[in-house]
């Protein structure tokens, strides 16, 4: 099913994100991964797609795993840093053969080694346009609500946003936040620039004080200053600073859909038992 006919269908969405195993890593590791979290009976399960093509195999393989074995629906991570239209045009090819109907479509981040004019696409809008010639996708595209960490003209990112949208964009995912009321007012924002299009909220659970440094470094998304000096006061108690975490990604989850959010999209980082554990402290939807 695509996923712009779920999201018709249903309110709200809880969806989950897991990412391939490293090359040295056998690929079996995020199959018992995959075991757990199809217990939680997501709506759909996203597989992430690594810098400048690397894991794009397992990408493949795994949401056609995810779709074919689990029988959960399958979203697609698919960047364009690096990459040919032929490349491009043969992993759309790959997804729609294994049937794969959802592809979330990024810029991605550019590897330290290859060159910024490297490939034939520069932007993800690049990508969606192209995408729409090459399949009856459903395609997502990613939102910034506190803004794009790269951003030189950040009076212009809802304008970016927009023709994204128009070029066929179905959904919109949300990078991570941590402060609802920057969600909230991203989605105002929105509304005025008359941007209709559902948009699913990234949310990524915290477990320890290193985790905090290294969002804030990649994404400048805030984190609550309570929440932060808490994590740190039980630092050097593992369990403690677990069930900090997991009881901030609940009551923020918890927030969101009092107020109808359209779905909820939680980066797992594979680790399927802190998810369960949030999803089974949610009031039942």
Not at 91 to 110: F, K, P, T
Not at 167 to 177: C, H, K, N, S, Y
Not at 195 to 203: E, Q, R
């Given at each position: 099913m695509k996923i712009s006919d779920l999201l018709n269908m249903k309110k709200p969405t809880i969806s989950l994100e897991v990412f391939p195993p490293k090359p040295d890593y056998p690929i079996e590791t995020i199959f018992r991964t995959l075991d757990e979290l199809k217990k939680l009976n997501p709506d759909f399960i996203s597989v992430t797609y690594g810098a400048g093509g690397g894991n794009r195999e397992r990408t493949v393989e795994i949401a056609a795993k995810v779709k074919q074995d689990y029988e959960i629906e399958a979203l697609a991570h698919l960047t364009c840093v690096g990459h040919s239209k032929a490349e491009i045009e043969g992993i759309a090819r790959s997804l729609s053969e294994e049937g794969i109907e959802n592809i979330l479509a990024l810029r991605g981040d550019y590897p330290e080694n290859l060159p910024r004019k490297?490939?034939?696409?520069?932007?993800?809008l690049d990508l969606i346009e192209f995408l729409k010639t090459k399949g009856d996708f459903s395609i997502g595209a990613a939102a910034y609500p506190e803004g794009h960490p790269e951003t030189t003209q950040p009076e212009k990112e809802l304008d970016f946003l927009k023709e994204k949208v128009e070029a066929g964009v179905d959904f919109l995912i949300t990078q991570m936040i941590f402060d609802n009321n920057y969600l909230y007012a991203f989605l105002e924002r929105l509304s005025k620039a008359g941007i209709d299009c559902p948009v699913l909220v990234g949310v990524?659970?915290?477990?320890?004080?290193?985790?905090?440094?290294?969002?804030?470094?990649?994404?400048?998304?805030?984190?609550?200053?309570?929440?932060s000096s808490k994590?740190?006061?039980?630092?050097?108690?593992?369990?403690?600073?677990?069930?900090?975490g997991i009881d901030f990604a609940v009551n923020q989850i918890s927030d969101l859909l009092q107020n109808g959010i359209r779905g909820i999209h939680l980066y797992t980082m594979n680790k399927a038992k802190q998810a369960q554990k949030i999803m089974e402290s949610l009031t039942p939807l």
């Amino acid at each position: 099913m695509k996923i712009s006919d779920l999201l018709n269908m249903k309110k709200p969405t809880i969806s989950l994100e897991v990412f391939p195993p490293k090359p040295d890593y056998p690929i079996e590791t995020i199959f018992r991964t995959l075991d757990e979290l199809k217990k939680l009976n997501p709506d759909f399960i996203s597989v992430t797609y690594g810098a400048g093509g690397g894991n794009r195999e397992r990408t493949v393989e795994i949401a056609a795993k995810v779709k074919q074995d689990y029988e959960i629906e399958a979203l697609a991570h698919l960047t364009c840093v690096g990459h040919s239209k032929a490349e491009i045009e043969g992993i759309a090819r790959s997804l729609s053969e294994e049937g794969i109907e959802n592809i979330l479509a990024l810029r991605g981040d550019y590897p330290e080694n290859l060159p910024r004019k490297t490939g034939e696409f520069s932007y993800a809008l690049d990508l969606i346009e192209f995408l729409k010639t090459k399949g009856d996708f459903s395609i997502g595209a990613a939102a910034y609500p506190e803004g794009h960490p790269e951003t030189t003209q950040p009076e212009k990112e809802l304008d970016f946003l927009k023709e994204k949208v128009e070029a066929g964009v179905d959904f919109l995912i949300t990078q991570m936040i941590f402060d609802n009321n920057y969600l909230y007012a991203f989605l105002e924002r929105l509304s005025k620039a008359g941007i209709d299009c559902p948009v699913l909220v990234g949310v990524m659970p915290i477990f320890n004080v290193r985790q905090i440094k290294r969002i804030s470094s990649l994404c400048g998304a805030t984190i609550p200053p309570k929440f932060s000096s808490k994590l740190e006061l039980y630092a050097d108690s593992p369990e403690e600073t677990e069930k900090i975490g997991i009881d901030f990604a609940v009551n923020q989850i918890s927030d969101l859909l009092q107020n109808g959010i359209r779905g909820i999209h939680l980066y797992t980082m594979n680790k399927a038992k802190q998810a369960q554990k949030i999803m089974e402290s949610l009031t039942p939807l």
